[in-house]
């Protein structure tokens, strides 16, 4: 059985930071895409950063590029996004996500993703 938890979030001022943590177990085998995506109130759920677990290679939407950092431990059991300079646009409940493959460049679409964790708020006050 798949599980994704996620931890890390919490209350932080414009230009501060946070790291969310996402460990993922009962997902063995070949490779996959790890993702956080994220969803503020009344928007739909989009995508903000990933990491293929075969080629370690890594994708950012444009709203978060050489603001935000993902990561994958050795083990390929948990990533981590470092977010740095935050705005308060940035505030949105952030899930963890697995997706077998992205139907088009860079991070997977919500459609792609097979499993979810269960969120954890950011909330960013200016």
């Known amino acids: 059985q798949v599980r994704l938890v996620e931890s890390g979030g919490g209350s932080v001022q414009a230009g501060g930071s946070l790291t969310l943590s996402c460990a993922v177990s009962?997902?063995?085998?070949?490779?996959?895409?790890l993702n956080w995506f994220r969803q503020a109130p009344g928007m739909e759920r989009e995508g903000v950063a990933s990491?293929?677990?075969?080629?370690?290679?890594?994708y950012y939407d444009d709203s978060v590029k050489g603001r935000f950092t993902i990561s994958l431990d050795n083990a390929k059991t948990t990533i981590n996004l470092q977010m740095d300079s935050l705005k308060p646009e940035d505030s949105a409940m952030y899930y963890c996500?697995?997706?077998?493959?992205?139907?088009?460049?860079?991070?997977?679409?919500?459609?792609?993703?097979?499993?979810w964790g269960q969120g954890t708020q950011v909330t960013v006050s200016s």
């Open positions: 009962g997902y063995t085998g070949r490779a996959v895409y």
């Open positions: 990491v293929f677990t075969g080629s370690g290679n890594t």
């Open positions: 996500a697995t997706a077998p493959r992205s139907t088009r460049r860079g991070v997977p679409k919500k459609s792609d993703v097979d499993f």
